[in-house]
């Protein structure tokens, strides 16, 4: 097991154009989850997975973000016409499904920071 | 609504004390989970522990230790004999089984610096 990776570590780009980042979950973990991290705060949700349905988006997705995860497996986050705002790291972590009521703790991958200038 | 409150932004111990950081939590569900992460300076956020709200039974690893008390909504975790290594940000983080996941609310994390 080789735990939650993500690619790139790090991005910079200009503003105005499409990024996507890449999430490769635990593989036996159903549960997909996409945070962003300012400086200073914690993790803020993003957007869910179960398997391949994106069952919840936070009011912070606006419409130039989109998440997919075609086959249940990896998932990609795309933002488009980037803003200096969208400057963060973003997170993807995965979690096993819950077993009789327990919810089990997610785990996280390293991140890819994006930079926009 | 629920919320995670982290009050202490920044803490500075000498190596070998012990440092408690503060974790109160509000939300109107009974069942609930209370987590623990920490963050290196390389970024990865790393699982340290989870409770249930119905397991108020302290814990300890090793130097960690955790005091989860429903009645002050406190889940605090201790560092016995801090070290160097202990130097990141931590982070107390919330979770409720909404509509079949997990809606999980961080606080704004603490700062432990370490001093050698």
């Known amino acids: 097991d080789t735990g939650v990776s993500q690619d790139p570590r790090h991005k910079i780009t200009k503003r105005g154009q499409n990024v996507t980042f890449r999430c490769d979950p635990i593989?036996?973990?159903?549960?997909l989850y996409w945070y962003r991290q300012t400086l200073g705060q914690g993790p803020e949700f993003l957007t869910y997975?179960?398997?391949?349905?994106?069952?919840?988006k936070s009011r912070l997705l606006s419409d130039r973000f989109s998440a997919e995860r075609p086959k249940g497996s990896f998932s990609t986050l795309e933002i488009q016409r980037t803003e200096q705002g969208d400057s963060a790291m973003y997170l993807c972590?995965?979690?096993?499904?819950?077993?009789?009521?327990?919810?089990?703790?997610?785990?996280f991958g390293p991140g890819t920071r994006l930079t926009v200038t | 609504a629920q919320k995670v409150t982290q009050a202490q932004t920044e803490i500075s111990v000498v190596e070998k004390e012990d440092v408690t950081l503060d974790c109160v939590y509000e939300?109107?569900?009974?069942?609930?989970?209370l987590f623990w992460y920490k963050q290196p300076p390389s970024g990865e956020l790393v699982f340290l522990i989870r409770?249930?709200?119905?397991?108020?039974q302290n814990e300890i690893s090793g130097r960690y230790s955790w005091n989860f008390q429903k009645s002050t909504s406190s889940f605090n975790f201790t560092i016995t004999a801090s070290q160097v290594v202990d130097s990141a940000v931590y982070f107390c983080?919330?979770?409720?089984?909404?509509?079949?996941?997990?809606?999980?609310?961080f606080g704004t994390g603490t700062k432990l610096q370490v001093i050698p």
């Open positions: 972590a995965s979690s096993s499904p819950d077993r009789a009521g327990i919810l089990y703790e997610q785990y």
């Open positions: 593989s036996e973990h159903n549960r």
């Open positions: 997975f179960q398997n391949e349905a994106q069952l919840e």
């Open positions: 939300t109107r569900d009974t069942t609930y989970y």
């Open positions: 409770r249930n709200s119905f397991d108020e």
């Open positions: 983080a919330l979770s409720l089984n909404s509509g079949g996941y997990q809606k999980v609310t």
